[in-house]
Structures are given as C-alpha cells and as structure tokens.
C-alpha cells in the first residue's frame, strides 16, 4: 500500500548519493545534528516520531497523538485524531497557555495545502503524566513532544527556512528502518 511516509523515506533514500544499498541508521539524540532537507514523520498508531535525514539517518522518540475520539475542546466538538496526512510546519508561535504549551509556550504550526490548521508540535507542562499514558493518546489533537525534541525540531524547522515537510500516518512499515 503506497503512502505519504512511505514516499518521502523513499524520496529521501532515492536521492541518496551511497556506493552500496542505502539503509536507514538509527542515531542517538546525543549525535543528532539537524540538516537541511531533513523530514519529519509521525506514527500514530505506535506514537512515535521520526526526524529522518535527506541520507536515511534517523532520530525516533515518543509522541502523544490525538485521543482517538469526539472531544468537546475550545467551544468546539470534533474527533481528536490526529489526522493522518503530509503537511508543512510553517510557522512558530507563542501560547499563553502554559500548561497545553508547556513552560515555554511554543506552538508549531502545520499548515495542509496551504492552508493553517488548528494542529501543531508542541511541549506539555505535565510531561511526564502524558508520557506515562498508555498508548499515548492524549492530545486534542496536536502532537506533543518532550522539551528536548521540541528543541531540535525547532532547531529543524528553523535551518529548513520555515517549511518543515511533516507527514502523519497511522502506522509506518518497520522494514523502512534497518538498525546497523
């Protein structure tokens, strides 16, 4: 079955300039250095996130996705799922909210076809609860990561100019991630 994070993993592996097969490498997040042309992918039904480098290398760490049901939030009701689909983080914010946005507040955006959305990264200021929260669906949608993360996303998306290309999908093929 073809889709979004299937595509850019092999976009990012069919540009890479390897002498022998390309493979995707785990990296810690003590060695990771963010680069232009790296991509952001989600896996909701796993929650975990993916910062993948235009060479296959990877960064994976844990997310919190949408709770997977109607919600009533903000004077509105909708399904908190987090959607599954390609988009551009194109924009930071800061939030007065700082229990939904953490301590520092920061919000970045993801904008589909153009067009701004309600949902975004972003830190919360009771991490450690939402994290324990088995299978991590806690957000109203948005996804929440650890401070540190948030930090080299932020690093990220800053050094691609303000377009961060992000795709979320409920479930991504474990085999486009070969350990070595």
């Known amino acids: 079955m073809f889709n979004g994070a299937t595509a850019i993993l092999g976009i990012l592996l069919s540009t890479t300039a390897l002498s022998t097969s390309p493979l995707v490498r785990a990296v810690s997040i003590a060695d990771w250095q963010p680069q232009m042309g790296d991509h952001l992918l989600v896996d909701t039904r796993e929650n975990e996130g993916y910062l993948v480098h235009p060479n296959g290398d990877y960064l994976s760490f844990p997310v919190v996705t949408g709770k997977r049901r109607v919600v009533r939030y ?7 799922t987090t959607p599954a689909r390609t988009w551009t983080m194109t924009s930071r914010e800061i939030k007065w909210d700082r229990i939904t946005f953490g301590p520092s507040g920061r919000f970045l955006r993801l ?7 309600p949902y975004g990264f972003h830190e919360y200021a009771h991490e450690d609860e939402m994290f324990a929260l088995a ?46």
């Not at 903000?74 to 908190?80: E, L, Q, V």
């Not at 949608?141 to 800053?158: A, H, P, Q, W, Y």
Request: some cysteine.
């Open 74 to 80: 903000i004077g509105r009701t909708y399904d908190a």
């Open 135 to 180: 299978p991590r669906y806690g957000s109203m949608g948005c996804i929440i990561v650890r401070s540190t993360i948030l930090d080299l996303i932020e690093k990220t998306f800053n050094l691609n100019e303000g377009a961060l290309q992000v795709s979320t999908q409920y479930g991504i093929d474990p085999t486009l991630f070969v350990l070595h």
């Open 111 to 117: 904008s589909h076809q153009g067009e701004k959305t």
